[in-house]
């Protein structure tokens, strides 16, 4: 089943086009690493598919179901975690993953169980009565993650979820988004190539808006006569730039 | 469901900020110990207890208007925010979720307010509880400028707004300080039009046990309530859309 599929999909801010005609199918289950320079409209991308934003034109449908015209059946199905950590500040990270539970739907007793088993699984267990904004960055970071993930959506957005992670956290992010991806379907922005290449099926790179070439790390390094897929991002983002 | 965990959070948001608790409790008391102060060694009837005590606990309701602003200009500008946006949450979640949880914090904080009246020699009556009811829909009222004003202005903007200018105009302009009819022309006429001194006079109706009186004033509170509640909700629904175009 598609997950997936835009239309001419374009967003047009004052002056600039941030995302322009895009084109794309992802599949059910499928792992997507959306990639491109800075302001190459990745987070906007995700913002109009997620139904936070409206397109200027075109569409997008999740699941069948029109971004524009149906959101109200997309979103709890969804999930994202935003670029930026968003986490309740005056909440503790029990609070924060409980409440976000109980707004996906879920009742007291399943909106606890849920919370215990994510917390145990992105090791947050000694800071689960500490109140968001006295943690670390990268546990702020493990937090507005976790959030995401507890609705257990089908679709889950990940916009560059290891920033500011230590290098333990990120292998440990991998390794859950390695078991996510047997069921779920995953959209991952990230600036680490060797990331994209580890976990995703496919691989799109976006160039000033414009998705240039969509395809497994191999086939984009082998369609851009490169000698590693990171010489093959470079010369798709540089041979665009006027 | 969502809207009372939502209710959680933002009660938890207002009651684990501790200065919150100072201004909205403290600033009301400490008025009312300096008042009774001054009236305990120049009698004025004005200062009287009696009639005093309506005027601050509605001074005091100016403070939930800033709690709730405060909140709202905070939350808006956040990516916590965008992560509500993007759940199924609908705008009357998000209203009734910002509204109710500061219903039962501004009628406590009234509550409050003539219980220490009481120990500086409030007559204790039924009318006092009265007096409480009729001073919800201004409670609604604060909320609602609250609303408002978080929906349409910043953090720093709503800290002058509501913080500055709104509790000295529930104070100027409720004649708790002197009698409006003292003053007289325009500025009574003005303070006529707003309904910071009918929510004063329709709590000292209740207390004095003039009841015939409290309709009358009344209608002007849940009058500009109700206008400005169906403001906020506008400009709430409306903002939050142009937030993130
Ligand atoms: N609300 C907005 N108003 C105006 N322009 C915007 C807005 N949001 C994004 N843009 C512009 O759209 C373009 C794409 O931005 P976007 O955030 O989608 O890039 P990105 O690929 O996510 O970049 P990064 O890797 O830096 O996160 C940028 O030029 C940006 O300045
Ligand atoms: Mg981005």
């Not at chain 1, 941030?18 to 690493?33: G, P, T």
Request: proline share 3%; net charge positive.
């Amino acid at each position: 089943m598609t997950a997936i599929r835009t239309e001419n999909l374009t967003k047009k801010f004052k002056g600039i086009t941030a995302v322009n005609n895009l084109n794309m199918e992802i599949m059910e289950n499928e792992l997507f690493a959306l990639l491109g320079v800075n302001g190459a409209g990745k987070t906007t991308t995700i913002k109009m598919l997620s139904c936070l934003i409206k397109p200027s034109e075109g569409d997008g449908y999740i699941f069948g179901k029109s971004i524009t015209k149906d959101s109200y059946n997309i979103k709890p199905i969804i999930n994202v975690s935003p670029q930026e950590t968003a986490v309740a500040p005056n909440l503790t990270v029990m609070e924060n993953l409980e409440l976000i539970a109980r707004i996906y739907g879920n009742d007291k007793n399943s909106s606890l169980v849920k919370t215990k088993n994510i917390i145990a699984s992105f090791g947050l267990g000694e800071v689960q009565k500490q109140k968001a904004k006295i943690l670390s960055g990268g546990y702020q970071r493990r937090l507005s993650i976790a959030m995401a993930l507890i609705s257990e959506p089908k679709l889950l957005f990940l916009d560059e979820p290891t920033l500011g992670l230590d290098v333990l956290a990120r292998r440990e992010l991998w390794k859950v988004i390695k078991k996510l991806k047997e069921n779920m379907t995953i959209i991952l922005t990230t600036h680490y190539l060797e990331e994209a290449v580890a976990l995703s099926d496919r691989i799109g790179i976006m160039v000033k808006g414009e998705l240039k070439i969509i395809g497994t790390s191999a086939e984009i390094t082998r369609k851009a006569n490169a000698a590693n897929f990171e010489d093959a991002f470079i010369y798709i983002s540089e041979s665009e730039a006027v | 469901m969502k809207i009372s965990a939502f209710a959680l959070r933002n009660s938890r948001e207002i009651l684990r900020d501790k200065l919150n608790l100072a201004f909205g409790l403290g600033f009301p008391l400490i008025v009312l110990l300096l008042l009774s102060a001054i009236q305990a060694n120049i009698p004025v009837e004005l200062f009287a207890i009696d009639h005093i005590t309506p005027g601050i606990a509605v001074f005091g309701l100016s403070f939930i208007s800033l709690f709730s602003g405060m909140l709202i200009a905070k939350d808006r500008t956040s990516s916590f925010m965008l992560r509500l946006y993007i759940s199924p949450m609908k705008s009357s979640d998000f209203i009734l979720g910002y509204t109710l949880p500061l219903l039962p914090m501004a009628v406590m904080q009234t509550i409050i307010c003539f219980i220490a009246a009481i120990a500086l020699g409030l007559t204790i009556s039924m009318n006092i509880l009265l007096a409480i009811i009729v001073l919800i829909p201004s409670a609604v009222l604060f909320i609602a400028i609250g609303l408002l004003c978080g929906s349409i202005f910043n953090d720093r903007q709503v800290g002058g707004i509501c913080g500055a200018l709104l509790t000295n105009l529930s104070a100027w302009l409720s004649g708790t300080w002197f009698d409006l009819s003292l003053v007289g022309g325009t500025f009574k006429k003005i303070a006529e039009l707003l309904p910071f001194s009918h929510a004063v006079d329709a709590g000292r109706a209740a207390m004095a046990g003039q009841f015939d009186m409290i309709i009358p004033h009344l209608i002007w509170v849940i009058g500009y309530a109700a206008v400005i509640l169906v403001l906020a909700i506008y400009a709430f629904t409306v903002k939050a859309k142009s937030d993130n175009k």
